[in-house]
T-cell receptor
Framework: AQKITQTQPGMFVQEKEAVTLDCTYD???????LFWYKQPSSGEMIFLIY??????QNATEGRYSLNFQKARKSANLVISASQLGDSAMYFC?????????????FGTGTSLTVIP | DAGITQSPRHKVTETGTPVTLRCHQT?????MYWYRQDPGHGLRLIHY???????DKGEVSDGYSVSRSKTEDFLLTLESATSSQTSVYFC??????????????FGEGSWLTVV
C-alpha cells in the first residue's frame, strides 16, 4: 500500500484565491511527522510546513496551513491568497521511525498553476 | 539553507560505465539519504545511512551502492549505468531530533543522463 497518496496530479487556482492540495497517508505508527515541500521549476526542494502526529493544533506558516485530520489520515495543504510564485510542484511526505531511524516517504506530487 | 552540496550537478554518461555521485554536508546530521525523482513517481528512496558505515536499502536500490566513510560524505555509485537510471538524484539529510527537528533537507539535485 502507498504510504502517501496525492490524488491531484494538477491543480489550477486564480491569483489571490485559496487552494487546497490533498494528501492522505497510511501508517500504524502512533508517532509520525507530516511535511509539505515545494519544488519550483528550478528544481530545488523547499520545506514548507511540518505537523507532528501528537500536535493538537493545525500547523501554520504564513500563507500555508496544514489541515490535519488524524482520524481520516489526511494532511491537506491550504495556501491562502495564491501568488504567481506559488506555481510549482508540491509534495506531501511522512516520517516514520524504523529500527534504523527516520524513514521518509513522499507522494507523487501535485502540480499547481496560479492563473493571473 | 541546509549546507548540502551535490556533485556533479549535471552529468552525461554512456551505458555500462560506472558513475559516482557525491553528497557533502556541513550540518553534522546523522541521517543521509539518496532519492531519485522521476515524472509520475515522485521521490523514491534508493539508499540511506544512519551513521558512518551504517547504510540500508530503500525501495529502488537495485543497481546502486552507497558508502559513508565520514559523517559529512555520502556517495552513490551506479556500478554499470543503464538508461533506466537517467533521473534526477537528490541527496537529503535529517538530524534525527524530535518534532520539527526531524525535517529532511535536500541538496540541489544531480541531473544524470545515461545514453
Amino acid at each position: 500500500a502507498q504510504k502517501i497518496t496525492q490524488t491531484q496530479p494538477g491543480m489550477f487556482v486564480q491569483e489571490k484565491e485559496a487552494v487546497t492540495l490533498d494528501c492522505t497517508y497510511d501508517t500504524s505508527d502512533p508517532s509520525y511527522g507530516l511535511f509539505w515541500y515545494k519544488q519550483p521549476s528550478s528544481g530545488e526542494m523547499i520545506f514548507l510546513i511540518y505537523q507532528g502526529s501528537y500536535d493538537q493544533q493545525n500547523a501554520t506558516e504564513g500563507r500555508y496551513s496544514l489541515n490535519f485530520q488524524k482520524a481520516r489520515k489526511s494532511a491537506n495543504l491550504v495556501i491562502s491568497a495564491s501568488q504567481l510564485g506559488d506555481s510549482a510542484m508540491y509534495f506531501c511526505a511522512m516520517r516514520e521511525l524504523s529500527n534504523t531511524g527516520n524513514q521518509f516517504y513522499f507522494g507523487t506530487g501535485t502540480s499547481l498553476t496560479v492563473i493571473p | 539553507d541546509a549546507g548540502i552540496t551535490q556533485s556533479p550537478r549535471h552529468k552525461v554518461t554512456e551505458t555500462g560505465t560506472p558513475v559516482t555521485l557525491r553528497c557533502h554536508q556541513t550540518e553534522n546530521h546523522r541521517y543521509m539519504y539518496w532519492y531519485r525523482q522521476d515524472p509520475g513517481h515522485g521521490l523514491r528512496l534508493i539508499h540511506y545511512s544512519y551513521g558512518v558505515k551504517d547504510t540500508d536499502k530503500g525501495e529502488v536500490s537495485d543497481g546502486y551502492s552507497v558508502s559513508r566513510s565520514k559523517t559529512e560524505d555520502f556517495l552513490l555509485t551506479l556500478e554499470s549505468a543503464t538508461s533506466s537510471q537517467t533521473s534526477v538524484y537528490f541527496c537529503a539529510i535529517s538530524e534525527g531530533a524530535s518534532g520539527v527537528g526531524n525535517t529532511i533537507y535536500f541538496g540541489e539535485g544531480s541531473w544524470l543522463t545515461v545514453v
